[in-house]
């Protein structure tokens, strides 16, 4: 029993891993074509609307899908429930924001982004929308249905937005975000059939607030340190200066998104499915962490050694401001690995309150020194902010892990070691390529000499030391490891 919620697990991992590499390739390819067709003026003005709506939608998330996710007896009485707070709470936020979008835009001293802000506040309202059986997609793994629905938005977002650049500028940046929700609320429908219904139950969404209303506060935390920063740089350095730091972070913080939507949509309904094993729980946790350093590690020394060249042959002299930001912002991302894993662990076990300590300290941290280090530093400063506010968040998180579960890190040394000094070793070569070819051409080499390296070094050394590598890999992906001739 134990084995096969697993293999389902790894199942759900392939699926998940499949959505968001076709995803993230599809928006990359949107990300290069339209920093190439608009302005770092054009995404500073997307970037203050999206930090606008996302700071609101914090602040009244309330967190009922999760907690459909989480709880073990859920009817169809709380699905309604769920689905008619969800829209309320967008309808209401779409109304605030209409009302007060002068106001928001007076704070980050850019009056032209009044206007974006009250128009992209209407993709909540669709995203609300959706059928709420998709929480039970989730809690049942079942994320091939959630891949199609995912890649068929952004497919519709990134058409939509390449087609009108040339001619409305930042506002197809609005209509591609408005049409991938439109299309993300109609197949939503069709792969998870639901017919919603009004309902206010007061006892249908009580247990569902219970563990909600943490999920409410570490959003509204969560929304505060990222407002705050990008007003700071917004009000200090420009709109132009913020779609600098915009493009940088999606670009820096790629790997771990992909890292926390893979781990912590899997992650989560398998620790909640798990909660009253520990011992399974913390099995499942120190597999997951290794398997995930393996991939995530190599990716971020890799982004990290060829950023100048990724900017100046792919984004253009333009984005040249970019470069350091995305090297701090890598670093950064590389440290708050172990929370993509702790998170889902506490969420899963019912403890969400202590993911809003661990957002609490990293916010109030990022919050105390962007303004210091952004009117010294500029937007390298902004970027240094994170370091102090990571480092300390995930020793918390650490902590909070070593509470929970049975000695969590023992025997992760030698594989953690191993993966950080093959990472290294592959961003060395990558760095000795690219000086030897120059342009598109050697970063494409570079990279896959790279790759390469690291996945010999790693084999060499799970073979040498024993480190366990490949036998996590067969138990958790069965199907993948007997394709490549390992034997489970």
Not at 127 to 132: G, H, Y
Request: proline share 4%; glycine share 8%.
């Amino acid at each position: 029993m134990k084995d096969r919620l697993f293999q389902k697990a790894g199942t759900a991992l392939i699926w998940r891993a499949v959505q968001l590499a076709g995803v993230k390739v599809i928006f990359m390819l949107r990300l290069l074509i339209l920093a190439r067709l608009l302005s770092p003026e054009d995404f500073g003005l997307l970037a203050i609307a999206v930090t606008a709506v996302g700071f609101l939608l914090g602040v009244t998330d309330i967190g009922m899908i999760p907690a459909l996710v989480q709880g073990r007896d859920v009817d169809e009485q709380q699905y309604n429930a769920a689905w008619t707070v969800g829209v309320t709470r967008a309808l209401l936020v779409v109304g605030c924001v209409v009302v007060a979008a002068p106001l928001i835009a007076k704070i980050f001293a850019e009056p032209r982004a009044t206007d974006i802000i009250r128009v992209l506040a209407i993709r909540h309202l669709l995203d609300a929308a959706a059928s709420i059986e998709i929480a039970d997609l989730t809690r049942n793994l079942q994320f091939r249905s959630l891949a199609v629905l995912k890649l068929v938005e952004a497919l519709t977002n990134t058409t939509v937005s390449i087609a009108l650049a040339s001619t409305f500028g930042v506002w197809a940046l609005v209509a591609g975000t408005l049409a991938g929700s439109a299309s993300y609320l109609v197949t939503s429908y069709l792969v998870a059939p639901h017919r919603p219904r009004l309902s206010f139950n007061r006892h249908a969404t009580g247990p569902l607030i219970r563990f909600g209303r943490w999920i409410f506060l570490t959003s509204l935390i969560v929304m505060a340190g990222s407002y705050v920063l990008r007003v700071v740089i917004s009000r200090q350095l420009g709109a132009a200066e913020l779609g600098l730091y915009f493009l940088a972070a999606q670009l820096a913080f790629l790997p771990a998104e992909l890292s926390s939507e893979v781990i912590g949509s899997v992650a989560f309904p398998l620790f909640a499915r798990l909660q009253s094993n520990i011992l399974q729980v913390t099995q499942a946790f120190r597999t997951i962490l290794t398997g995930i350093s393996a991939l995530f590690f190599p990716v971020c020394t890799l982004t990290i050694a060829l950023a100048p060249t990724l900017v100046q042959d792919l984004l253009g002299p333009k984005w040249a401001g970019t470069v350091p930001v995305i090297r701090i912002l890598t670093l950064v991302s590389m440290i708050g690995l172990f929370g993509e894993v702790a998170v889902p662990i506490l969420k899963g076990l019912g403890q969400p309150y202590k993911v809003t300590v661990i957002e609490m300290v990293q916010s109030l941290l990022l919050i105390a020194g962007v303004w210091f280090l952004t009117s010294r530093y500029g937007l390298v400063g902004a970027a240094l902010a994170w370091l102090p506010a990571m480092v300390v968040s995930q020793i918390v998180g650490m902590r909070f892990v070593q509470q929970l579960l049975e000695r969590p890190f023992a025997g992760l040394g030698g594989p953690l070691l191993a993966i950080t000094v093959a990472s290294v070793a592959g961003a060395v070569v990558a760095l000795l390529v690219d000086n030897l070819v120059s342009g598109l051409p050697g970063l494409v080499i570079a990279t896959l000499v790279a790759v390469l390296t690291i996945g010999v070094l790693l084999w060499a050394s799970d073979r040498r030391f024993a480190l366990g590598l490949r036998n996590e890999f067969v138990r958790i992906l069965p199907q993948i490891a007997v394709f490549m001739g390992y034997s489970p």
